[in-house]
C-alpha cells in the first residue's frame, strides 16, 4: 500500500509570517494508533507537502484494544484492527516504510537514519514509538516459552494456546493480564493469574474496583492469587513449564503470559538528548525539549489539571486525540492539549469504564448496587465531581464525564439516588 507523494508545494500553514520557513517534510516515527491518527490529520489540514510514516512493524496503522479481546479469541481477523480502508490510506499519499527503524535522529542537521541505511530529512518530526511488553527477569526466564501481548504477531502466537485442557498462568493482575485472562477463560482453558500487588489494578482503580474484578473474575473459574511474585521459572520432565512463586508454591503451566506493564520506546530520544522521564516529556502543544520534534500516544509524558502532575496515558482515547493534536500542533495551528483520561476495558460480558483519575482523598458516593453487575462510583473533591468509574454503565457515564468537565457542584444525596436520572444533574 505504498502511495507516492503528491508533486505539489507545500502550501503556507495558517496564521503563518510570509517569511517564515515553509514546512515541507514531516516524518512520523511509529506507525500505530497514534501515528494514523496523525497522518490523517496532516493531511486533513492541508498539508500537502512530503509526509513519511516509518513504522517497525510490517502493517499499517491499527489499533491494538482488539488484539486481547476479538483478535485472540478468533471471533475478528487481524485485518479488522486496521485504522483505516487500504483505499484510504493509499489517499493519504504517505511514503509508508513498513518494517524500518529509526536509527539515530541528528537534531542539528535535522535528518533520520534509517535501518536501511537511507538519509531522511525532516522539518518535523512527531514520534509515535508507543512502548514494549515489559520482559520478566527472574531466574530460569529463557528456558521457558514466554509470550507477551502487544503485537498482531503476539496475538496470533497466543490464540492457539487457549483451548480447553490447557492452563495457562498470567504473570499480572492489570488491565492486560486480566483482559487475556478472561479470554483464556472463555476458550475453556484453566487459568491461574498471579499478582505481586495486593489487589488487582491497584495502580489504577480504587479498592472497591479491584474488589469487584476479583470476584468477576472468581466467578468465572479463574484463580487468583495476591500478593505473590515469581521468584523462578523451569521446564519440568513432561515438557510443562513450572512457575514457582515467592511463597515457596510451584504452578505447573502449559502457557506463561506476562502482563506486567509497558515500557515506552523513548531510547531514540533519549539518545537524541530530548527530555526524558519515564517517556518523552511533552507541552500542553506535544513539544519536545526540541520545538521541531512532537511526541504522542504511549511514548508520551504530557502535563495532565486533572491529575495534578505528568501522566503518561496508555489508552486508546489518548493515541487517537493526541496524535491529532500533535499533527495540528506541528502545523503551527493552536493546541492545548489536556485531556480528561478516559480509559475501558472489556472482560467477559462486563465493560468499565474510567473518567478521570480517582485518589484516596476523594470522598466517594455510590449510585447503585453492585450485585446488580452494573453500578458507578464518584470520586469527589467537596461537591465537586473529581472521577467516576462504572461497569456495565457506559451512558450514565457519559453524563458523569460531563459534570466532571464542567466542574459544577452537584447534590450528592440526588447523585447516589439511582431514581434521579443522570441527564438531571
Not at 521446564?235 to 505447573?252: F, N, P
Not at 464518584?378 to 465531581?385: E, N, Q, S, T
Amino acid at each position: 500500500m505504498n502511495a507516492e507523494r503528491p508533486e505539489v508545494a507545500a502550501a503556507a500553514l495558517p496564521n503563518e509570517a510570509a517569511d517564515a520557513p515553509q514546512i515541507t517534510t514531516v516524518v512520523i516515527i511509529g506507525a500505530g494508533q497514534a501515528g494514523g491518527w496523525a497522518a490523517q490529520t496532516l493531511r486533513r489540514e492541508g498539508f500537502t507537502g512530503r509526509l513519511v510514516l516509518v513504522g517497525d512493524e510490517p502493517h499499517p496503522p491499527h489499533e491494538r484494544p482488539p488484539l486481547s479481546k476479538a483478535v485472540l479469541s478468533g471471533s475478528a481477523g487481524p485485518e479488522t484492527t486496521l485504522l483505516m480502508k487500504p483505499e484510504a490510506f493509499d489517499a493519504l499519499a504517505v511514503e509508508w516504510r513498513p518494517g524500518i527503524q529509526v536509527r539515530r535522529m541528528d537534531r542539528a542537521a535535522k535528518q533520520l537514519l534509517l535501518s536501511d541505511g537511507a538519509v531522511l530529512p525532516y522539518d518535523k518530526v512527531i514520534l509515535c514509538t508507543g512502548g514494549q511488553a515489559r520482559r520478566l527477569v527472574a531466574p530460569g526466564s529463557d528456558q521457558v516459552p514466554l509470550y507477551t501481548l502487544r503485537t498482531l504477531e503476539d496475538a496470533q502466537a497466543l490464540a492457539p494456546e487457549f483451548r480447553p485442557g490447557r492452563r495457562v498462568v498470567v504473570v499480572g493482575g492489570g488491565w492486560i493480564g486480566l483482559e487475556v485472562a478472561a479470554t483464556a477463560r472463555q476458550q475453556g482453558a484453566d487459568v491461574v493469574v498471579v499478582e505481586a500487588q495486593a489487589r488487582l489494578c491497584e495502580r489504577t482503580v480504587p479498592p472497591e474496583i479491584s474488589d469487584y474484578l476479583l470476584a468477576l473474575h472468581r466467578s468465572h473459574g479463574t484463580q487468583v492469587l495476591l500478593g505473590l511474585g515469581v521468584e523462578g521459572l523451569a521446564r519440568a520432565a513432561d515438557g510443562r513449564s513450572q512457575v514457582k512463586l515467592t511463597d515457596g508454591s510451584v504452578l505447573a503451566a502449559d502457557t506463561i503470559v506476562l502482563g506486567i506493564g509497558l515500557v515506552p520506546n523513548d531510547a531514540l530520544a533519549r539518545e537524541s538528548g530530548l527530555a526524558c522521564e519515564g517517556g518523552v516529556l511533552v507541552d500542553a502543544q506535544c513539544r519536545t525539549s526540541d520545538p521541531d520534534i512532537l511526541a504522542a500516544g504511549d511514548v508520551a509524558v504530557t502535563p495532565n489539571p486533572w491529575a495534578g502532575r505528568r501522566l503518561r496515558l496508555e489508552s486508546w482515547q489518548n493515541a487517537q486525540e493526541q496524535g491529532i493534536a500533535a499533527a495540528r500542533s506541528a502545523l503551527g495551528l493552536a493546541v492545548d492539549y489536556q485531556p480528561l483520561p478516559w480509559f475501558w476495558s472489556d472482560q467477559y460480558d462486563m465493560n468499565l469504564q474510567i473518567y478521570g483519575v480517582p485518589t484516596p482523598e476523594h470522598r466517594v458516593v455510590r449510585r447503585g448496587d453492585q450485585d446488580s453487575g452494573s453500578f458507578m462510583l464518584f470520586y469527589l473533591a467537596g461537591d465537586v465531581i473529581q472521577a467516576a468509574i462504572g461497569p456495565n454503565a457506559a451512558r450514565d457515564l457519559r453524563f458523569a464525564r460531563r459534570l466532571i468537565e464542567q466542574r459544577k457542584p452537584v447534590d450528592t444525596e440526588r447523585l447516589a439516588d439511582p431514581g434521579v436520572p443522570m441527564s438531571k444533574l
